[in-house]
């Protein structure tokens, strides 16, 4: 199993150096992200990995000496990601001539600066002792906070930055033993998402969200008015901005939180769980910031890690499977349902129906049928 451990760094005042590393990599980004664009313009096809790390060594060389610091393997990672984010370009626009997908991705962007904050370790180029990390181009040790120990087979080291100014080492490990594994129920479910009610269960229970950005809307109207007051790129104009993204990440560490601790609880009393699959981007349009709010998307990737971690069964039915207006007890389908009927009765079996429960139910036949 593979897995990441996240620390944060310790603020020191030596992390301005990793900052200064994070600029000299944006230049390398950009020169080959130009390069490629000008190439593929010319002669219609892409420079390879290898003609591409090749042309970075001889400008260490010629006319960008500064380079000549940073770690090889570190520059070889930006040009792979450039080349991971071509290929997913290219498959995506092949699949969509081929009717397999409607998704559209869009083609590789150049980042600006203040967007391009990571930077990749794979084997060589640091030092790791305890709870402090060697960068050896720039001779220089970073102390972190190591709240757990790092288990398994270390693969890659991330250094991350983010709009708080406060740095991060994440360690990717291979070979993880798994945990172990919540004991079995024999208990299955279908979930209904919604927006006043987040989730419902095929067994009547309804979870509310929190909606932790809907309480924090004061604050954060208080907080942008700060930024719209001072002098942009100014010290103030800098403070009011980290103040701003603080609480912007405070709310998001509510909103995991919350989810993962919901997780957790549905993968104790379930063995399976069914799922639909939402067009996320279309109830964007509709209702905006209520379904940012909700996450629902990030809720079903955080449950697919737990019930993998758990030996759960996760199961999502189909975008265009019929689950409202469908009746749980007879099939019967009702046309006339709109929006607004939050209760309704079957007129062949005179089931009465809760729509989001009738639709949980649904949900869990069509999972457990497929």
Same mark, same amino acid.
């Given at each position: 199993?593979?897995?990441?451990?996240?620390?944060?760094?310790?603020?020191? =005042?030596?992390?301005?150096?990793?900052?200064?590393?994070?600029?000299?990599?944006?230049?390398?980004?950009?020169?080959?992200?130009?390069?490629?664009?000008?190439?593929?313009?010319?002669?219609?096809?892409?420079?390879?990995?290898?003609?591409?790390?090749?042309?970075?060594?001889?400008? =260490?060389?010629?006319?960008?000496?500064?380079?000549?610091? *940073?770690?090889?393997?570190?520059?070889?990672?930006?040009?792979?990601?450039?080349?991971?984010?071509?290929?997913?370009?290219?498959?995506?626009?092949?699949?969509?001539?081929?009717?397999?997908?409607?998704?559209?991705?869009?083609?590789? =962007?150049?980042?600006?600066?203040?967007?391009?904050?990571?930077?990749?370790?794979?084997?060589?180029?640091?030092?790791?002792?305890?709870?402090?990390?060697?960068?050896?181009?720039?001779?220089?040790?970073?102390?972190?906070?190591?709240?757990?120990?790092?288990?398994?087979?270390?693969?890659?080291?991330?250094?991350?930055?983010?709009?708080?100014?406060?740095?991060?080492?994440?360690?990717?490990?291979?070979?993880?033993?798994?945990?172990?594994?919540?004991?079995?129920?024999?208990?299955?479910?279908?979930?209904?998402?919604?927006?006043?009610?987040?989730?419902?269960?095929?067994?009547?229970?309804?979870?509310?969200?929190?909606?932790?950005?809907?309480?924090? *809307?004061?604050?954060?109207?208080?907080?942008?008015?700060?930024?719209?007051?001072?002098?942009?790129?100014?010290?103030?104009?800098?403070?009011?901005?980290?103040?701003?993204?603080?609480?912007?990440?405070?709310?998001?560490?509510?909103?995991?939180?919350?989810?993962?601790?919901?997780?957790?609880?549905?993968?104790?009393?379930?063995?399976?769980?069914?799922?639909?699959?939402?067009? &996320?981007?279309?109830?964007?349009?509709?209702?905006?910031?209520?379904?940012?709010?909700?996450?629902?998307?990030?809720?079903?990737?955080?449950?697919?890690?737990?019930?993998?971690?758990?030996?759960?069964?996760?199961?999502?039915?189909?975008?265009?499977?019929?689950?409202? =207006?469908?009746?749980?007890?007879?099939?019967?389908?009702?046309?006339?349902?709109?929006?607004?009927?939050?209760?309704?009765?079957?007129?062949?079996?005179?089931?009465?129906?809760?729509?989001?429960?009738?639709?949980? &139910?649904?949900?869990?036949?069509?999972?457990?049928?497929?």
């Amino acid at each position: 199993m593979r897995k990441t451990y996240k620390y944060k760094g310790q603020n020191q =005042k030596n992390t301005i150096k990793l900052g200064n590393m994070l600029d000299d990599m944006h230049q390398i980004h950009v020169h080959i992200m130009r390069l490629q664009r000008r190439y593929y313009r010319m002669y219609g096809k892409n420079i390879s990995a290898y003609r591409m790390n090749a042309h970075v060594a001889k400008l =260490k060389k010629r006319t960008k000496s500064h380079w000549t610091d *940073l770690p090889s393997q570190v520059v070889q990672d930006v040009v792979l990601r450039m080349g991971k984010a071509y290929d997913a370009f290219f498959r995506n626009m092949k699949d969509r001539k081929a009717g397999k997908t409607t998704c559209k991705v869009g083609r590789p =962007k150049i980042k600006p600066q203040h967007k391009y904050n990571s930077m990749t370790f794979t084997q060589a180029g640091y030092k790791l002792e305890g709870n402090r990390i060697k960068i050896n181009c720039i001779d220089t040790w970073f102390s972190f906070h190591k709240h757990r120990d790092i288990i398994g087979d270390l693969k890659t080291i991330t250094l991350k930055r983010d709009r708080c100014g406060d740095y991060w080492v994440c360690f990717s490990c291979d070979n993880v033993d798994t945990p172990k594994s919540f004991a079995k129920t024999g208990e299955s479910a279908g979930f209904d998402f919604g927006l006043k009610t987040f989730l419902t269960t095929s067994n009547g229970n309804k979870i509310v969200s929190p909606q932790f950005l809907k309480k924090s *809307l004061n604050k954060l109207r208080t907080l942008n008015k700060s930024v719209s007051r001072k002098v942009k790129g100014s010290g103030n104009w800098y403070r009011a901005i980290r103040a701003l993204s603080r609480h912007y990440r405070k709310v998001a560490r509510q909103r995991l939180d919350w989810q993962w601790k919901l997780a957790t609880d549905l993968c104790r009393r379930f063995d399976t769980l069914c799922f639909e699959t939402l067009n &996320i981007d279309g109830m964007k349009r509709l209702w905006g910031r209520k379904v940012s709010d909700l996450a629902c998307y990030q809720f079903i990737q955080v449950l697919a890690f737990k019930c993998a971690k758990h030996d759960k069964t996760f199961l999502k039915i189909g975008q265009w499977t019929g689950t409202t =207006k469908p009746c749980s007890n007879c099939g019967h389908k009702n046309k006339d349902l709109t929006l607004s009927d939050r209760q309704w009765t079957c007129p062949t079996c005179n089931t009465e129906h809760d729509r989001d429960i009738n639709a949980a &139910i649904n949900i869990k036949q069509a999972g457990l049928a497929a």
